[in-house]
Structures are given as C-alpha cells and as structure tokens.
C-alpha cells in the first residue's frame, strides 16, 4: 500500500521522514538557526526507526526532534515506494561537511562529541578548508552528567547558530531530550558518525557501497565486535516490522 506524503515528508514504521538533499536543507537550517528557539535534527538510519517502532522510551525521547533525516538508503528506497522521488538520501557525515563549508562567518559553529583528539582533529579540517569558518567551541563527549549544566551554560554563553552533537545513538538523541528546552537558540544536530568520519578517526564506506545501501557492511567489516550484535538484531527486526506492518496496512503511517 502507498502512502500520500504529508507536507514534504513520508512516515515509515511510525517515523515521519523529511524529503530533502543536502542544499536545501543547509538552507532551511540556516534560517532556523537564526531564529530565537532551538531546533533538533535526527540524521535517521534504519537503526533508528526501528528503536523508534520497537521503544516506546525511545520513541518519547525522540519527540523532542523536529526533523528526522534520512540518513540510510533503505529509507530511500520506502519512501520513493511511496512516491517521493529521491535519487540520494541526505548522510550525517557528508551533510556535516556540506554545511559547514557552506556555513561560513556570521554563522557560528558548537561541536559537543568524540575524544579530545576527535574534536581537535575536527576543526583542524574545517579550519584548513575554509579558515574563515566561525567555531564558537568545542567539548569532548565524554563529560559527567553534573557537567551537563556548565556545557548547556556555555553554548547560551556563546549562541551558536549550529550545535553538532557527536555522542551516539542513543545517547545524543537523549541529550536533545533534556536540555533542548534550556537551549536558548540554534540548531542541534544529531550527527553521530560524521564527527569521526570528518576528522579522519575512522575510514567511510566507499561511494559505490553507499549507492548501494552497503554502508552498514563497511562499518561491520571495521568494528565487527562492537557492530555485529547491534546490525543482526536492528537489521532482522527493520525487515520483520517493514513485512509485518506491511500486511497490517500501517508501515507508513505516524506512530
């Protein structure tokens, strides 16, 4: 059964999913992170939307996101069932890239994620492509919680326009979920991968598997112990709920 989008969106397995690319939504996020509220920004895999289908604590968790972004060419590949018509899906790591670089000053930057190392390496990059890119600051992701007040202080302090979150999933959605409100202004973006894959701290799945779907299998292929558990349970039950939900006519409807 198809679904009719909603706006410029598509539900599958209970997430609504935004239909966009890579320019249009560096643009829209520009605007919003010159408005006077914050803004969350899932970028949303396979994984994700099967916690979502799965959790319901995850699923509240995640209410507090604005636009999930599909991040995974299965995703794609529902929604262009549905007639969206998309050739590509918008990836955490390069939209990251594209952003920033696209980002330049008066627009300011916040990365909060990774090692000490990471997060150094990150904007030694940006900031060798473009040294006129504003970065307000930046934090490992390894702090306690009762730092977590200094670190919302801080970016209030600062008020960048674009706060990168590189903490893991589900860590970084849960994050968004308690300090969005007391996040006086910008962009919070979900972001995960991309802050490794930009620093140069882990390899990125060549463009042809990308294409493909088979990002998930380079990633297995470089950290089998840590990916393996995670890819046979999240992947098997993405398919299981997708045919199930399918047959029961709701694989495209909100949750």
């Not at 990633?219 to 398919?239: C, D, G, I, Q, T």
Request: net charge positive.
């Amino acid at each position: 059964m198809k679904g009719a989008p909603f706006m410029n969106s598509f539900c599958v397995l209970g997430t609504r999913l935004q239909r966009t690319d890579y320019a249009a939504l560096t643009a829209e996020l520009q605007e919003r992170g010159r408005a006077p509220l914050p803004f969350a920004v899932d970028f949303t895999n396979t994984h994700i939307v099967t916690m979502r289908r799965r959790d319901a604590a995850f699923r509240g968790i995640t209410r507090s996101v604005d636009y999930f972004i599909p991040d995974a060419m299965p995703l794609i590949w529902c929604m262009n069932w549905q007639g969206a018509r998309l050739r590509d899906r918008v990836y955490g790591p390069s939209f990251m890239r594209h952003c920033v670089l696209n980002s330049p000053a008066p627009l300011t930057h916040y990365f909060l994620g990774g090692s000490d190392l990471c997060v150094r390496r990150l904007q030694e990059v940006f900031l060798e492509c473009d040294p006129k890119i504003r970065i307000a600051g930046a934090r490992n992701g390894y702090f306690k919680p009762e730092q977590e007040m200094e670190i919302v202080e801080e970016i209030n302090r600062l008020s960048p326009d674009f706060i990168w979150l590189g903490l893991g999933t589900p860590k970084q959605q849960a994050w968004i979920h308690r300090r969005k409100g007391q996040i006086r202004r910008g962009v919070l973006l979900a972001a995960g991968f991309a802050f490794d894959v930009n620093a140069g701290m882990k390899p990125d799945a060549p463009p042809w598997m990308q294409r493909a779907g088979l990002t998930w299998l380079s990633r297995l292929a470089s950290e089998p112990r840590r990916l393996v558990p995670r890819y046979v349970k999240y992947n098997s039950l993405f398919l299981f709920y997708l045919l199930r939900d399918s047959f029961r006519g709701r694989a495209w409807t909100e949750d």
